[in-house]
């Protein structure tokens, strides 16, 4: 984009100077210049071989582009890359769950569990087995815990998996819409999305499952009416996941910087009224999000558990309305 931006002013600046001369002074021009930049290359031999960006160099419309005045110059050649504003969303989130997720050993605490494959999840459940006694833990098996993921994101991940696979034969979607029906008496209830581009879409899933947690327990009713009465490996892990104290600390974050930063912050720069914003007139803003985060930093009870202080919005969100 900035290579364009260059030689789309460079075009215009040659155009504009073309235009206010006439054609035998053009001819002129060009003859008399062809000339001098080969003579001070030091010849047509040494000119054929140059590289093209030394050529350029040469090229009329650059040294006039380097004979403007500083302010002038400035004005052409200045580019400013901004990025997508729902990408800063999207790329705040996922840095501060990696930061969230990390921050477990950091402070020498006991961080979510892990919630391995199917296949990771024989190893592991051999490596702490009895019958593994005192032997040591190879590289091998190392490598599988390693591998091995845990925390609020994937919980949602899984979650998805088992109530909304975009495989309609896979997981347990029908279910979930029916036991939700019955049970909340909404004409329908579809589980969020994790399997595609949908913006925000990890942490809505996460607050689903904060707020309906009991509900979601109160599915293990799948296993029991299976012939097997057994989980698979992925609903299992769904359902310790729930139970996980500190999985569920990450999920319930995951869900509040929706609804202090992420919902408020979309409306302002996607909502009504922002057809015409430019990124240019969004630095207050940004502003005011780092300040926002700085300030829960600083205070954590400003950002009250769900349903706890009807008012908390004023305080603990990005524009001072109610959550979504």
């Known amino acids: ?57 040469h090229n009329l419309v650059t040294i006039a582009l380097e004979g403007l005045k500083e ?49 990771n999840a024989q190893a592991i459940h051999w490596i702490l087995s009895s019958e593994k006694g005192s032997k040591p833990v190879d590289d091998s098996e190392i490598a599988t815990l390693e591998t091995s993921t845990c925390g609020g994101a994937k919980a949602a991940a899984l979650s998805d998996a088992i109530f909304n696979n975009r495989f309609n034969k896979k997981g347990q979607p029908d279910t979930h819409v029916y036991y939700f029906i019955e049970e ?16 925000g879409s990890y942490s809505k899933v996460a607050g689903e499952l904060v707020t309906q947690r009991q509900k979601y327990i109160e599915l293990e009713f799948m296993k029991d009416k299976k012939t097997t009465s057994a989980w698979t490996n992925i609903e299992l892990n769904m359902y310790n996941a729930l139970k996980d104290p500190t999985t569920l600390t990450e999920l319930t974050i995951l ?70």
């Open 1 to 57: 984009m900035h290579e364009w931006k260059h030689e789309e002013t460079l075009q215009d600046l040659r155009e504009s100077n073309l235009l206010n001369q006439e054609y035998s002074e053009i001819i002129t021009l060009l003859q008399e210049w062809n000339q001098t930049k080969i003579s001070d290359a030091g010849g047509l031999e040494v000119w054929q071989v140059l590289p093209a960006k030394d050529c350029a160099a």
């Open 71 to 119: 302010q002038e110059k400035c004005t052409l050649t200045l580019y400013l890359w901004s990025g997508c504003c729902m990408h800063k969303d999207q790329k705040s989130f996922q840095g501060g769950n990696a930061a969230m997720m990390a921050s477990w050993k950091e402070l020498s605490l006991l961080g979510p569990i892990l919630l391995a494959n199917k296949y």
């Open 184 to 199: 909340l008496g909404q004409e329908f209830w579809c589980f969020p999305q994790t399997n595609n581009t949908c913006f």
């Open 255 to 324: 869900a509040l910087y929706q609804q202090v930063i992420t919902h408020p912050y979309m409306h302002l720069v996607r909502g009504p009224g922002a057809k015409n914003l430019n990124i240019l007139d969004v630095g207050p803003l940004h502003v005011e999000v780092r300040d926002l985060c700085q300030k829960i930093i600083d205070n954590p009870d400003l950002v009250p558990p769900f349903k706890c202080d009807p008012e908390s919005y004023i305080e603990a969100a990005l524009d001072g309305k109610k959550w979504e």
